[in-house]
């Protein structure tokens, strides 16, 4: 297990993270992604820090706190030392029946880590992130909750999630205007199927040397390699269940008809390609794992022992890659001269 620098701080992150929306669903839309109760889910914990990952994310809606309950049970039936592990969570989501009992204010934020502190049993958060953006709450109101939290001290870091670009970059501005605790990650959707963050996400997290933590690596399970152009989801499968996130199905095919012979190639699995594809990607610090079984974790795990070669990652770079869309393609075009410049490539 790799360890790699958590954005511009001093943390250090596993290249895996564990993640737990599979924990105590029971009717509605988490049990159809997972009902792991008590026991299994301590199992899971206990195999993946066993494995050398430290890093375990949750949030305040998943299985309605229930998720969280269980996460931090866990961490104490196991007696794991609090300085071994790196837990986050997130606050946006609804968590109550009343108009404010959610989004990004100041009220729902200074609630919503007190919950979150009682049901994981913990003094302190690693890392905070604001679930999702919040169009009704000011950025600055939002900002300067997380900065009481961290001075503090009931959170250390805090992140966002499924944030746009500009989005971030205001917030950022924001705190140093202000002076106020900054963001130090993103949280966001990629995989093999899905690279819609590279356009301005990318860049953006390159500038600013954010860190980013990858949800639904194989797309919600469709490039576990169950599935293909022959071979459709069944009834009562994950992707028939609950169909997220959003794929553009042909694409994904043509992927997974690339990557089978490749994990043939090197006796593994579809499923560790393509996270072994993420892991080869060097704006990526930790990569989120949901999982409901053992072997599906250690399946998981072994990924970080695969290394795909040059014209490997070319041929799934070739397969899955974007169309052009404006401005990329006229910053490809007008900005050709300089980046060779950079390159220290010589100019005739």
């Known amino acids: 297990m790799r360890y790699h620098s958590f954005g511009k701080t001093g943390l250090f992150v596993s290249e895996l993270c564990l993640g737990t929306m599979t924990f105590g669903g029971s009717d509605g839309m988490w049990g159809k ?3 792991l109760q008590q026991g ?3 199992r899971l914990i206990g195999q993946a820090v066993d494995a050398g990952i430290n890093f375990i994310d949750t949030a305040d809606v998943y299985a309605d706190g229930v998720s969280e309950q269980i996460t931090g049970q866990a961490l104490k039936n196991l007696k794991i030392p609090r300085d071994e592990v790196l837990v986050a969570t997130k606050v946006f989501g609804e968590t109550g029946k009343g108009p404010n ?3 990004s204010s100041r009220g729902h934020i200074l609630d919503g880590v007190k919950a979150s502190l009682k049901r994981l049993q913990l003094d302190h958060i690693d890392l905070y992130q604001l679930h999702g953006f919040d169009p009704a709450t000011p950025i600055e109101e939002t900002l300067r ?3 009481q939290l961290v001075r503090h001290g009931h959170v250390r ?3 966002v999630s499924n944030w746009a670009a500009w989005q971030i970059v205001k917030a950022l501005g ?3 205007r202000l002076g106020l605790a900054s963001f130090d990650s993103l949280q966001a959707y990629y995989s093999v199927a899905g690279r819609d963050l590279e356009r301005e996400l990318i860049p953006m997290l390159r500038s600013e040397g954010l860190g980013l933590m990858v949800w639904s690596p194989l797309a919600g399970g469709l490039l576990s390699g169950k599935y293909g152009r022959e071979q459709q989801a069944e009834e009562g499968s994950r992707r028939i269940a609950f169909d997220f996130p959003p794929v553009d199905k042909e694409r994904a095919w043509d992927c997974i008809d690339v990557m089978r012979p490749m994990a043939a190639a090197h006796g593994v699995s579809v499923a560790q390609v393509a996270l072994a594809w993420l892991l080869h990607q060097p704006q990526v610090t930790s990569v989120i794992v949901g999982v409901k079984r053992p072997e599906q974790l250690a399946d998981n795990i072994a990924a970080t022992q695969v290394s795909l070669t040059a014209a490997e990652l070319a041929q799934i770079d070739q397969c899955s890659r974007l169309p052009s869309e404006y401005p ?4 490809e075009r007008q900005g050709e001269f300089r980046r060779k410049q950079l390159d220290g490539a010589s100019i005739k």
């Not at 990329?328 to 910053?331: A, R, S």
């Open 33 to 35: 992604i997972g009902a």
């Open 40 to 42: 299994d889910a301590e």
């Open 101 to 103: 009992a959610r989004g």
């Open 145 to 147: 909750a997380l900065d």
């Open 157 to 159: 870091h805090i992140g």
């Open 174 to 176: 924001i705190s140093e």
């Open 328 to 331: 990329g393609w006229m910053f």
